[in-house]
């Protein structure tokens, strides 16, 4: 893991206008909350079949949305919220970025919606680690990364597995279900993986330096970090221990 710096990013209204007419940043510190992630409950709708990730038509829907103009990419929160995060997490790579329950969650990218989850079935009691996110959207973006967003509130209308969505587009509100202990979006990067798990999915390589270039429009992709480390563990995928971090 890389030193913990402790360094956190925050954006709001004013800083936001800022942003957009000249492209800086503030750093101020904000509160850490470390909570634990994921869910693969019944109740989720996904875009492929769970035994293979090629989906007939998908390659071209990717396609043409990366067509369209524009940014392939973007700050998950609406960039008027005000919002924080840390370069670190708790015991894998991800991100929490913390905006008061409700703010307005936008995809990270310009792809396709592969999962959904719109309910909660976590329990303190069991502490199952599938059901860990809440609510959850995933994203499959167009450079074949996938985008991980889960403690969701609620996930918008008309935002299902298949849909195409283009980076900046309002997919859901921040919460704080599953296991949280405030309202914050836990955001992680990944592979697509053709067999059903949520360990890899939660994240596996540390956000914060694309989120740092999306809060100023800086337009780049996680896909040769997410290349490298797929080719350093190819059997990841398949087999929670095979991951470098505990699964559980």
Not at 161 to 174: D, F, L, N, R, T
Not at 232 to 243: E, I, K, T, V
Request: contains cysteine; glycine residues 8%; negative net charge.
């Amino acid at each position: 893991m890389p030193t913990d710096r402790r360094r956190h990013r925050v954006i709001g209204p004013v800083a936001a206008f800022a942003i957009m007419l000249a492209g800086c940043s503030q750093s101020v510190t904000a509160p850490s909350t470390s909570t634990g992630d994921d869910t693969v409950p019944p109740a989720i709708t996904s875009l492929v079949p769970r035994e293979t990730v090629t989906v007939p038509g998908a390659a071209d829907t990717m396609m043409s949305v990366a067509s369209q103009p524009g940014p392939q990419h973007s700050y998950p929160i609406d960039i008027f919220v005000k919002s924080s995060y840390q370069e670190t997490h708790h015991d894998y790579p991800a991100a929490d970025v913390f905006a008061d329950c409700g703010s307005k969650v936008v995809a990270p990218v310009t792809g396709t919606v592969a999962e959904i989850s719109r309910v909660d079935l976590y329990d303190d009691a069991t502490d199952d680690p599938t059901t860990r996110g809440g609510f959850f959207v995933s994203i499959i973006g167009v450079d074949n990364v996938r985008y991980y967003m889960a403690h969701l509130q609620e996930v918008e209308p008309g935002i299902e597995a298949g849909v195409s969505v283009v980076a900046g587009q309002p997919v859901a509100k921040v919460g704080d279900t599953g296991k949280s202990s405030a309202c914050h979006l836990h955001f992680g990067l990944s592979p697509v993986c053709s067999a059903p798990e949520w360990w890899v999915r939660r994240g596996v390589i540390w956000p914060a330096r694309y989120l740092d270039a999306w809060l100023i429009a800086g337009d780049i992709s996680p896909i040769q970090e997410i290349t490298e480390w797929t080719s350093a563990n190819p059997g990841a995928c398949s087999d929670p221990a095979l991951m470098p971090w505990p699964s559980t």
